[in-house]
């Protein structure tokens, strides 16, 4: 079993930055691939970043590249995602999940985080 618990999301200007935290618990963590997803108001959810067990491959949703980066730190059990020039379009809420295999994909991603609201206003 694999708890998430999401935080650092809040109300920012367009243009303005936030990092996301996802704090995992379990020793387990470090086996694990990584991803975020986000879902806005009437809008599926959709996969944003993710990164592998050992944290040397990352994939990022084409609407993020080049402002998003996806890090994590196993001796802490985190995944972070730093998000800079943030735009209207990027306000939703935002989950962290864990995967047995790196993917894009919702129905890899066995654990899942509450969830942290982001808003960005224009």
């Known amino acids: 079993q694999v708890q998430l618990v999401e935080s650092g999301g809040g109300l920012v200007q367009a243009g303005g930055s936030l990092r996301l935290s996802c704090v995992a618990s379990?020793?387990?963590?470090?086996?694990?691939?990584m991803g975020w997803f986000r879902q806005a108001p009437g809008k599926e959810r959709e996969f944003v970043a993710a990164?592998?067990?050992?944290?040397?491959?990352?994939y990022y949703a084409d609407s993020v590249k080049g402002r998003f980066t996806i890090s994590r730190d196993n001796a802490k059990n985190t995944v972070y995602l730093q998000m800079n020039s943030l735009k209207p379009e990027d306000t939703a809420v935002y989950y962290c999940?864990?995967?047995?295999?790196?993917?894009?994909?919702?129905?890899?991603?066995?654990?899942w985080g509450q969830g942290t609201q982001v808003t960005v206003s224009s």
């Open positions: 999940a864990a995967a047995t295999y790196l993917s894009y994909g919702l129905g890899a991603y066995k654990y």
């Open positions: 379990g020793r387990t963590f470090s086996s694990y691939a």
């Open positions: 990164i592998s067990w050992t944290g040397g491959t990352t």
